[in-house]
């Protein structure tokens, strides 16, 4: 076995290697009607598989591309599989959308060899742009059989449909949550707000009663996903064939966008990002609730903050109350690619298959939720044996997972990149984000077009 590290890759922040080891569900993502493997420089051809043709296989070690958290997973495959060749190479994972991969596949493709045969992302939008590049190979025309692929939650593997075709693999899931600290909410006689409402009335409560203790954060960039894509708010639904949809200022958008602001005022929402020093240093020890996702238990409260055991808890996600219809947001993603150049076409889906379902990484040892339901319930499992969280997670996780709104689409673009750039700043100033989110708007419709989507209203 070979490790090497791509250090031109490895620009991963100290926010996004956190980010990318626990990362996500999926929710409906229309592409267009991309051509199949084989399109484009360097592709293979049409023909067996349902389209797809294999490339010409040949001895060899098995290349297999993950960011630093997946390199445990590459390891303990091949500890598992001695007489299997590999050489396991680490880069950033796309974290933080760093467009890494595909450049590196561009490049291939003008050479016509480098292609890795098996690829990592912390992303869920790889396929965006993966299909179209002839990069990855669909698995559900041979390569996987329906009997496996069935395991996966509901929607996980949405992301990574392309016109009925499946082209990658959901690692994990990133549904939120609402993680609370369950011996100061009862001591204080608070009650877990179910809605919307009653989280904004916690909030004006804790200003009032409790000041400096918090009910959230609004410093992060991906807050638009835990907050504004629960909120149904339509900022980039994929409808067809490169187009979208963008509506940032409709009343879903606003009503979410104003409880927000309100809580931000009363200084119960922090400004501040909960990775930031300052944080861990000054108010990770007074967080009364924080709706995030199912990695925040683990990676935040008690890797980051290093919150005792029996104190954090999770409930479902608030909803709008009279609103029937449940749905949660996701922040960030994992997918395990298969490229459609592989010349050791069996050892990679082999592994593919293995490092998605196997319960000896997925259940016992993935940091994050997995996207496999039968290795998700090990994994609960296992969170409930380390005696850590004050209840039973596994009633709103499990549930969560299949509650993702599915009107917030997977552009090629980064929304947390977006607003970032639009919303973050002009919060900082004083502004408002419902003052912000015709800005947000238009920033996403230019992103959108630069990558060549039809935007609508």
């Not at 890759?9 to 980010?19: D, K, L, M, N, V």
């Not at 992060?220 to 504004?228: A, G, L, Q, R, V």
């Not at 339509?234 to 009503?255: F, M």
Request: aromatic letters at 10%; proline letters at 5%.
């Amino acid at each position: 076995m070979t490790v090497k590290v791509r250090a031109d890759g490895a620009r991963t922040s100290g926010r996004g290697r956190r980010r990318a080891a626990f990362v996500a569900i999926g929710s409906a993502f229309v592409l267009a009607a991309a051509a199949a493997c084989g399109s484009g420089s360097g592709g293979t051809t049409g023909g067996a598989q349902g389209g797809f043709r294999e490339a010409p296989q040949t001895a060899g070690p098995l290349t297999v591309w993950v960011d630093s958290t997946r390199l445990a997973a590459a390891q303990l495959y091949q500890k598992q599989h001695p007489t299997v060749k590999m050489d396991i190479v680490t880069y950033d994972g796309d974290a933080n959308g760093s467009n890494y991969l595909q450049t590196k596949v561009s490049l291939f493709n003008r050479t016509r060899k480098g292609w890795p045969d098996v690829v990592f992302s912390t992303q869920n939008n790889e396929a965006s742009w993966a299909v179209q590049a002839g990069f990855t190979a669909p698995l559900d025309k041979g390569l996987i059989p329906q009997s496996t692929l069935s395991g996966w939650a509901k929607g996980a593997n949405a992301p990574c449909t392309v016109s009925g075709t499946l082209y990658c693999l959901r690692n994990d899931l990133s549904q939120t949550v609402l993680w609370y600290n369950a011996p100061l909410m009862k001591k204080w006689g608070y009650e877990v707000p179910r809605t919307w409402e009653d989280f904004e009335a916690l909030g004006q409560k804790v200003a009032a009663q409790h000041p400096g203790y918090l009910v959230g954060s609004a410093g992060d960039s991906f807050t638009p996903e835990i907050y504004m894509w629960a909120g149904k708010c339509g900022a980039n639904q994929i409808t067809g064939p490169r187009s979208i949809t963008v509506d940032t200022t409709s009343a879903n958008c606003t009503r979410m966008a104003s409880l927000l602001d309100t809580l931000v005022k009363t200084h119960t929402m922090t400004m501040s990002s909960v990775f930031s020093s300052d944080f861990d240093k000054n108010q990770a020890g007074k967080v009364l609730t924080l709706p995030g996702p199912a990695w925040f238990g683990g990676a935040l409260f008690q890797g980051t903050f290093k919150t005792p055991a029996g104190q954090i808890a999770a409930a479902p996600m608030p909803q709008w109350s009279g609103d029937p219809n449940l749905t949660v947001g996701n922040v960030g993603g994992g997918t395990w690619l298969l490229s459609a150049h592989s010349a050791h076409i069996k050892a990679a889906t082999d592994f593919l298959t293995w490092v998605t379902t196997a319960d000896d990484y997925q259940g016992k040892v993935a940091p994050g939720y997995p996207a496999y339901a039968p290795a998700a319930r090990t994994w609960l499992t296992n969170q409930a044996s380390s005696h850590y969280y004050a209840n039973d997670i596994s009633g709103p996780l499990q549930a969560a997972a299949g509650q993702v709104w599915s009107g917030w689409g997977y552009g090629q673009f980064s929304q947390e990149a977006i607003w970032a750039a639009t919303v973050t700043p002009g919060m900082t100033a004083g502004k408002t984000i419902v003052s912000l989110l015709p800005a947000w708007k238009t920033a996403v419709a230019n992103y959108a077009r630069a990558d060549g989507y039809k935007v609508g209203p």
